[in-house]
């Protein structure tokens, strides 16, 4: 029992400190070439959110517009809140599900609707 206990004390094998370093280097160097990436697709999608509300909100418009017989609305200052969107006609809840959208809108009297801010 003696002698087991002893072999087992004397196998200290671990990591050197240069094998440690060498490891987080690597680690250091994979973080920066996978970091750049990873937040250049956040960007991308962030874009192509407003972008893709801001088609759903004017399609809205245009189709509440033809349904209703519109050629005109009032003029709408820019809101998120789509239940005064636009003043008179609103597009919550018949053309749009939710009541808010993540950027703000506004429109002229035409109907074409500006995407003031995105909300990102």
Same mark, same amino acid.
């Given at each position: 029992? +003696?002698?087991?206990?002893? +072999?087992? =004390?004397? &196998? /200290?094998?671990?990591?050197?400190?240069?094998?440690?370093?060498?490891?987080?280097? @690597?680690?250091?160097? @994979?973080?920066?070439?996978?970091?750049?990436?990873?937040?250049?697709?956040? =960007?991308? *999608?962030?874009?192509?959110?407003?972008?893709?509300?801001?088609?759903?909100?004017?399609?809205?418009? &245009?189709?509440?517009?033809? +349904?209703?017989?519109?050629?005109?609305?009032?003029?709408?200052?820019?809101?998120? /809140?789509?239940?005064?969107?636009?003043? =008179?006609?609103?597009?919550?809840?018949?053309?749009?599900?939710?009541?808010?959208?993540? *950027?703000?809108?506004?429109?002229?009297?035409?109907?074409?609707?500006?995407?003031?801010?995105? =909300?990102?």
């Amino acid at each position: 029992m +003696k002698r087991f206990l002893n +072999k087992i =004390g004397q &196998d /200290n094998r671990g990591f050197t400190l240069v094998e440690l370093l060498v490891a987080i280097a @690597l680690i250091a160097i @994979l973080v920066a070439i996978v970091m750049p990436n990873i937040t250049g697709l956040i =960007g991308y *999608g962030q874009t192509e959110g407003a972008n893709a509300e801001s088609s759903i909100v004017q399609t809205a418009m &245009d189709t509440m517009m033809a +349904k209703e017989g519109l050629a005109s609305v009032t003029d709408t200052v820019e809101t998120d /809140n789509m239940t005064a969107f636009p003043t =008179g006609n609103v597009l919550y809840p018949d053309y749009l599900r939710s009541v808010t959208t993540q *950027g703000t809108y506004s429109c002229d009297t035409t109907g074409l609707v500006t995407q003031e801010s995105t =909300g990102y």
